[in-house]
């Protein structure tokens, strides 16, 4: 069976840091690109696409960011582990939403083009 599992969220001060982890069963993570996503709350209702935040490449390892997370955000991949994972700094109240990781063949910088397998998300909430 195909399937995305995301960990690590939860509640962390402004400032604060956190790591996600998105773990892959039934294929092997290193034959896909992996793009994290996020949706804010509320943003589903308003009729909104989850936002692109980061993606690594499955050939060269280049990876993408939305600038909203540039320099604050890092994705990496542990191939052994079969394991994407997004370490999170400089955490802000506006980075609040449930976070999703995807994979698809090839990164189309951080939008939600051709992503096959999707995980279920996990929370992530910045408040003091």
């Known amino acids: 069976q195909v399937q995305l599992v995301e960990s690590g969220g939860g509640l962390v001060q402004p400032g604060g840091s956190l790591r996600l982890s998105c773990t892959a069963s039934g294929f092997t993570l290193d034959d896909y690109a992996i793009g994290w996503f996020r949706r804010a709350p509320g943003t589903e209702r308003e009729g909104k696409e989850r936002e692109g935040v980061s993606c690594t490449s499955r050939i060269d390892g280049t990876t993408y960011y939305a600038d909203s997370v540039k320099g604050r955000f890092t994705i990496s991949k542990d191939n052994a582990k079969n394991t994407v994972y997004l370490q999170m700094n400089s955490l802000k109240p506006e980075d609040t939403a449930v976070y999703y990781c995807?994979?698809?063949?090839?990164?189309?910088?951080?939008?939600?083009?051709?992503?096959?397998?999707w995980g279920q998300g996990t929370q992530v909430t910045v408040s003091s």
């Open positions: 995807a994979a698809t063949r090839r990164c189309v910088d951080v939008y939600p083009i051709g992503y096959r397998y």
